[in-house]
């Protein structure tokens, strides 16, 4: 029995009743089902329980691991990336979620036009101000925004995203979620742009993100549990010597 065909299904009520809560169309959000630290089984299984979109935060684990995956699946990178991974990047993804530069964006668009494809980006804001946290700083996203506009060929920026200070208690992240969606309202009107996504929202907040306007949601743990170590995730070789070992 796939485990996952009952989770999928409360995830999803749960997503559809927090958009008509806020009077929104269930099917503007988009559910990115991040597969980190799970291997491409779970994926195989996610996919089989009618999940299509998955969300990796490292390029060296997705590489690995899309594909051993179905093909159909579509791939979200939704963590911090580097420049040197870039040329991997805009081959393995659709869509790339944390764009924090303009220099970022300029090696990703060289990347993009050598290798012919045309991921889709959002520029990550920190809206919290959070040291730990990437992302641009909400007085540096006009400029950027700006520099983008004039350089952008084989990318296309389509959204912002953000990620609230962790708490307990999801309403603390209501005021985070909200700014980002008047940032975007402000881009999009001072430079006449469409920037239709909205990527916010994650297992402990996700209902609130989608009541201030999340479309795209990045959920892991409420679809596939605690994520193991990392070391449990190795490929078969690595498997069997452990084992020898056990
Ligand atoms: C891991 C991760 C998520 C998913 O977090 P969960 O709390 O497990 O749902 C979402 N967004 C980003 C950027 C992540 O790295």
Same mark, same amino acid.
Do not use: Q, W
């Given at each position: 029995m796939n485990t996952l065909i009952p989770i999928y299904e409360t995830i999803c009520n749960r997503i559809a009743a927090a958009a008509r809560r806020s $009077?929104?169309? !269930? +099917?503007a959000v988009r559910l990115v089902a991040v597969t980190k630290t799970h291997g491409p089984e779970t994926v195989r299984d996610a996919v089989d329980a009618g999940m299509d979109c998955f969300g990796e935060n490292k390029v060296q684990e997705a590489a690995w691991k899309i594909p051993l995956a179905p093909a159909c699946a579509h791939w979200h990178l939704i963590g911090h990336l580097q420049s040197n991974k870039a040329k991997q990047a805009v081959r393995l993804f659709e869509t790339i979620h944390s764009v924090d530069s303009a220099k970022l964006f300029d090696t990703l668009e060289a990347a993009a036009r050598q290798s012919g494809t045309r991921p889709e980006f959002y520029l990550e804001v920190n809206v919290s101000g959070e040291p730990s946290k990437y992302g641009l700083t909400p007085t540096a996203l006009p400029q950027v925004i700006e520099h983008i506009l004039m350089y952008s060929q084989a990318l296309t920026l389509t959204g912002l995203m953000t990620m609230a200070p962790?708490? !307990?208690? !999801? +309403?603390?992240a209501r005021p985070f979620f909200a700014a980002l969606r008047h940032l975007r309202d402000a881009q999009m009107s001072r430079f $006449?742009?469409? #920037?239709?996504h909205l990527s916010m929202g994650m297992t402990g907040d996700f209902e609130v993100a989608i009541e201030e306007g999340a479309t795209d949601v990045r959920i892991g743990t409420a679809l596939f549990g605690s994520r193991p170590k990392l070391?449990? #995730?190795?490929p078969p070789q690595d498997a069997d010597t452990t084992s020898g070992i056990l």
């Open positions: $009077g929104r169309d !269930p +099917e962790f708490n !307990p208690d !999801p +309403e603390k $006449g742009i469409d #920037l239709p070391s449990a #995730l190795r």
